[in-house]
């Protein structure tokens, strides 16, 4: 789980309309509203990433069919993030763009509060054999979605919608529609789904040149954009009265800028890392920088299979490739165990898989990748990130979710999660005694979260 993947709120806009065929979900009566709440708090390990997200989900029926969603998302995510530099036997100092920005900001703006708290964030240092977190990381999302279902005739079924996404440096507008036909006395759907998706990134301190220094901060622009089209191509079959499969095939193009402009990489030469001319003292690290367009396919099996009178078992599984060399495996499974009337039981499992991509690099290597003359930085390479999200890795997440049922449509719910990643990159040699001797520069993560649910009727 990555909480800060800025695509998440209006992905699972478009895989909710792939679903458009199976009735399991649970619907408001005629004139009133279902309410579900919940409230998620994120922890990660080593003092990285904490979130809180509560959550506010609205549905109406307004009878034939027609239902209105409405969804309220918030995120408040503090803690440290990896900037992306290579973990080394020496001390390292930076100097945060972000915490930097915000300071500038808030000097103009004079905002005593804000300048207090960032004041004396812009520079820290990482001890040796540390990991490079930057501890100024914080940030808050609100997304709020919107969506009408509604037939056309007796045999289809229409779904509109749209998200609005903020924070401190990102925003974004999208929508989505999708249709779904019944086949074989509705024993049979295929539906056709579709999501437009429009961003703005404007990060503290601008948009960095791309492999321009981070001690310089040279910017191209203060802001950019970014459009991702998906689509999405679903069939649900009713095998039998206790067994139902469906297939999805999803295709996704994204253009624009898709650089993460807080992430650097460092030079090396000879596991050593290079110092940086223009600020003696100071190593040299250099911002990343990633294709401007990306195309990914996805194809994904889920199967609901009845188990006695109220069991089901829920298995799901996604494999992805895009152009940029990732491949992914995701196997999902959910035991539903009705335990008794008012309380059941949902241990969930959860494996991933992914390749790196092509141009994911732990460091630059100086006359491999990049050639340093003085003061001038000459790059050998069009992309390279450091991102360990764009890493070689596997991950499990282990769950177990307990409802309380109460009246009709009423219910209380606890749902626990840890989260753990396996490296599986191959460690570049470096020489014995070198700066980088010794350490791993993926750092795997391990996360948990807790989320407390509560659905009533209005």
């Known amino acids: 789980m990555q909480l800060k993947d800025k695509q998440l709120g209006t992905r699972l806009a478009l895989a909710t309309t792939a679903l458009l065929g199976i009735q399991g979900q649970v619907q408001a009566g005629d004139g009133d509203w279902l309410v579900s709440t919940a409230v998620l708090s994120y922890s990660e390990s080593d003092g990285r990433v904490q979130a809180v997200e509560p959550v506010l989900n609205l549905t109406r029926d307004f009878g034939d069919e027609r239902s209105l969603n409405l969804r309220l998302v918030y995120d408040s995510l503090t803690g440290s993030s990896p900037n992306g530099a290579a973990r080394a036997n020496v001390v390292q100092t930076f100097t945060s763009a972000s915490a930097a920005g915000r300071k500038s900001r808030a000097e103009e703006e004079g905002d005593d509060d804000e300048l207090e708290e960032y004041g004396d964030r812009g520079s820290y240092s990482i001890a040796p054999g540390d990991l490079p977190l930057d501890p100024s990381f914080q940030d808050s999302r609100t997304v709020f979605s919107a969506g009408w279902t509604q037939p056309l ?55 960095p040149d791309a492999f321009s220094s981070y001690a310089s901060h040279d910017t191209s622009a203060a802001e ?3 459009q991702v089209a998906d689509l999405m191509l679903g069939v649900t079959q009713v095998i039998n009265r206790r067994w139902i499969t469906q297939f999805n095939l999803g295709l996704s193009q994204s253009s624009g800028y898709q650089s993460d402009p807080y992430k650097i990489l460092s030079v090396v030469d000879n596991g050593n890392l290079v110092a940086d001319a223009a600020n003696p003292g100071d190593y040299l690290y250099l911002f990343e920088n990633r294709p401007e367009d990306r195309q990914k396919v996805s194809l994904y099996w889920q199967n609901k299979v009845a188990i006695g009178s109220d069991d089901v078992i829920d298995i799901g599984y996604r494999y992805m490739t895009d152009d940029w060399g990732v491949n992914s495996h995701t196997l999902d499974l959910t035991y539903h165990w009705q335990a008794g009337e008012h309380v059941y039981f949902e241990p969930h499992y959860r494996y991933y898989e992914q390749t790196a991509a092509d141009f994911y690099k732990p460091y630059l290597v100086n006359g491999e990748d990049v050639s340093v003359y003085g003061l001038y930085v000459d790059p050998h390479i069009s992309e390279a990130s450091s991102d360990p999200r764009l890493a070689a890795f596997s991950a499990n997440t282990y769950g177990l979710k307990v409802g309380f049922p109460m009246r009709q449509d009423e219910e209380i719910s606890v749902r626990v999660e840890y989260y753990q990643q396996q490296d599986n990159n191959t460690a570049p040699a470096v020489p014995e005694g070198s700066d980088l001797y010794g350490q791993q520069q993926f750092s795997p993560l391990k996360a948990s979260w807790v989320q407390v649910g509560y659905r009533f009727r209005w």
Do not use: C, H, Q, W
């Open 153 to 207: 005739g007796d045999v289809y079924k229409l779904n509109l919608g749209g998200a609005l996404s903020s924070e401190g440096d990102f925003s974004s507008i999208s929508v989505n529609a999708a249709i779904a036909r019944d086949f074989n006395s509705k024993n049979t759907t295929v539906s056709l789904g579709t999501n437009l998706e429009f961003d703005t990134i404007k990060p503290e301190g601008g948009l």
């Open 224 to 226: 950019d954009t970014k």
